[in-house]
């Protein structure tokens, strides 16, 4: 059986009196009844018709937060969790979408830093050339020895193709 804590008891017994702000029109709520459908019977030994229209209405507010489609793919990725042995709560959708998030974000973060080294790179070998104009008979590689910057230590000379 699945255990709930006080927060979520106090949750689930606080009225919902307050009406959507906007509520879901058209597309968006045809989609998220069917998903919500789709996802009912995944756990058909549960009877769910005692609070679909309750988590009908918390998943609107959770689509307005967020979208319609972060509800639709946080409810898919529940639906085919493991560990998921019961139809998910709102709170839990939330979580996944928070889940889902963050892993955008850091996939954003990744390909950032991932190019602020290219252009450090970049900069770098602009500034080797720089210094091996201004210093004539030096080769690239005597100069690569003597960098004492962290991250460019001990590397060696590109190869020079043949033009």
Known sequence: MQQVNRAQLENVLKP???PLAK????????????AIGDAMKRWPSQD???SAEAYLEDFERLAQKYSTSA???AL???RISPEQRFFPRPDEIATEIEIQIEKVE???SRGRA?????AYD????????CQLEDNPGVTEQEFLDSVKIPGYIGLKAREKSAA
């Open 16 to 18: 919902t009196s307050a």
């Open 23 to 34: 509520p879901l029109l058209g597309v968006d709520l045809r989609s998220l009844i069917l």
């Open 48 to 50: 769910q018709q005692d």
């Open 71 to 73: 509800v639709i793919e």
């Open 76 to 78: 898919s990725a529940l």
């Open 106 to 108: 850091s996939e954003i």
């Open 114 to 118: 991932k190019r602020q080294l290219a």
């Open 122 to 129: 970049a900069d770098f070998w602009v500034w080797v050339e």
